[in-house]
């Protein structure tokens, strides 16, 4: 998601505006881009923070490397 992010804003990885963004900042820039490509579609949901983790359990279980728990 993350270098999808970064692709769709031709952003350096060194670059601040990508260095500063959240994995929630990224996800809920993801879903507005699929609610705007898939106009006929609204984005509902009840939970989005449950969602966006569900996503995030999802991305750390298929690149565990890609992630480092802060506490």
Request: no cysteine; hydrophobic share 40%.
């Amino acid at each position: 998601m993350r270098f999808a992010f970064r692709r769709r804003y031709n952003l350096a990885p060194t670059d601040p505006r990508y260095l500063s963004a959240t994995d929630e900042d990224i996800a809920a820039d993801e879903a507005a881009w699929d609610a705007y490509l898939n106009k006929g579609e609204l984005l509902t949901t009840d939970n989005f923070a449950a969602e966006v983790a569900e996503m995030m359990e999802q991305a750390k279980h298929d690149n565990p490397d890609d992630f480092e728990d802060v506490p």
